[in-house]
């Protein structure tokens, strides 16, 4: 409901209720009596006291009741009661008193009862004129900036000290809040500021964070509105937001405005498709034109965030914009610790929980992903009414922010069972039979998010690379699935097609782009164009012949094929291994490190991946209350 129909529907309320009141109000109006009646009354003397109002008569009795009479106006009240008979002495006994009829009460009577409708009137055409008025209002005010301002001062402002890791990106920006706190200093030195700060990321490491932190520090207002809200249905409609946002941060200067997701329209020109196209190119130039038009040391800093830097607009790069770029990496091991240790802040913790080790256990996620680690085990703790958070909650929730939640209701026949703990133990014993895989830290045949099974490896360090070499054995594992269901049960399952696909895709990257197959030599394979619509990786193009792409296509074949005849191979060999596994996983359905050493029974071939830490016991595990 609109706060206007909301109004009226009120409005129309209160005038019930007014009826309502003024109809109680006529009810208790003296009960009219007829003239004859009266002159009966006066005869036999019961009539104290008479009130005339011009033809209106009110009449008092000895016993103090009321009532009113109407006279024909043309006789005075004396004469009618000559004329009904009654005697002058019983007539001279009733007190008389005439009063005027002019009174401001008289007219009040009169005209309030036939002007209240019509007020009544103008007020509901008033109000629905407004309602109009408002809509109209809104369509003029849809070229503002729908920018949300948080002013300085504000109370939950955040600081760099809320931030955990991203050192360089801090260093970077500390400049940038020294120049908003004290100007002068860079003036003096004639020094320019840079107008433009582009932040750069994975999604999740912070980015939308760090700005804000920023502005804390800084403490200056801050404008803050994203990429997409300047894209409208209509055009023209985003250029005009963006002069509104900057004409309002000028106002406000020294400040900072913060363009989230600047990529939604700050995407190269002139690659569109359809017509949408026309209307960023519109806002991305009016974004161009007002960081030209304003002067280096105003004191507007425009912080700008993205996650697809690679699909910027050269122009937003150039010196004097965006010409300041942060890069935000994922967070390594003792960032992630510095991470679990800020959204730890108010979180009672049982004693065995150890932040370190979680963070060894959680390779590749993002500060979003740790923080929302630390949530759903605060949840998970809640929901079996506990008063603490312990380890074993922590650990849940990296598998279900991994692989979504488990699936306890998703019921496998027993053949359904079998076939996933064989092609579980197929990766696991893989991984943990070649000589440069990362240890499994766990094998598991429960339901998780779209996985019908899983196993769990995480690498002892944070690497950004690897060589051919591990890449090929990466390929082994991965197929490692598909070769045990084939070996085992001669047959395979769709359950292997995510492990296909993500096999096939890491076997062209190695060929196409990084120049790890020999028979291709050290180039590069088609250029991946993206095109705006669906921001996706939906166009290649080919700068390469017809018969290259089949001998790419070979290649490819042949990285997969080697990698499922390496794994084929070692799962033959140890044939009685796998179904100790499978048998033990059948029955206690997850395997954890310690337990999945023992029940292999042989040492890690990687020999980095013997445990080194000495691992606590975990308190055995509860089953969820229900
Ligand atoms: P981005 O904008 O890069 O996608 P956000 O800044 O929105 O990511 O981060 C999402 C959430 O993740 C933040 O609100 C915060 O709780 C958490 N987070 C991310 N990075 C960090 C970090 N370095 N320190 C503390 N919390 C972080
Ligand atoms: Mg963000
Ligand atoms: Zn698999």
Known sequence: ?????????????????????????????PKEIDMATLATRVESGEVK???????????????????????????????????????????????????????????????LPNLIPIVLLFVLMWLLLRQVQGQNTRAMSFGQSTAREMPKGAKDRIAFKDVAGAKEAKEELHEVVDFLKSPEKFKKLGAKIPKGVLLMGSPGT??????????????VPFFHISGSEFVEMFVGVGASRVRDLFTKAKKSAPCIVFIDEIDAVGRQRGSGLGGSHDEREQTLNQILVEMDGFEPNLGVIVLAATNRPDVLDPALLRPGRFDRRIVLDMPDINDREAILHIHAKKKPFAKNVDLRRLAERTPGFSGADLANLMNEAAILAARQNKH???????????????????????????????????????HALIAHLLPHTDPVQKVSIISRGRAAGYTIKTPLEDRHMKNREEYVEELAVMMGGYAAESVFFNDVTPGASNDMREATKLARRMVTQWGMSDALGPRTYGEQEDLIFLGREIHENRDYSEKTAEKIDAEIDRLISDALETAKRILETHRDRVNGVVQKLLVSETLEREQWLETVGLPPANEKNVLTRKEEKLEPKKEEAA
Not at 17 to 25: H, P
Not at 51 to 56: L, S, T
Not at 206 to 219: F, H, I, P, Q, S
Not at 394 to 417: F, Y
């Open 1 to 29: 409901m609109s706060k206007n129909t909301r109004t009226i529907l009120i409005f129309l309320g209160s005038l019930i209720i007014l009826g309502a009141l003024l109809s109680t109000v006529n009810v208790e109006q």
């Open 49 to 111: 006291r008479v009130v005339i109002r011009g033809p209106k008569l009110e009449v008092t009795f000895q016993d103090d009741s009321t009532a009113a009479v109407t006279k024909e106006s043309t006789e005075s009240f004396s004469e009618l009661l000559k004329n009904y008979g009654v005697s002058p002495e019983r007539a001279r006994a009733v007190q008389t008193e005439v009063k005027e009829r002019t009174g401001a009460a008289y007219w009040a009577g009169l005209i």
């Open 206 to 219: 912070g980015k939308t964070l760090l700005a804000r932190a920023v502005a804390g520090e800084a403490n």
């Open 388 to 426: 603490e958070i312990s380890m074993n909650h922590l650990l849940d929730s990296i598998e279900k922010v991994m692989l979504g939640p488990e699936r306890r209701s998703h019921v496998m026949t027993d053949e359904e069972r079998k076939v996933t703990a064989t092609h579980e133990t197929g």
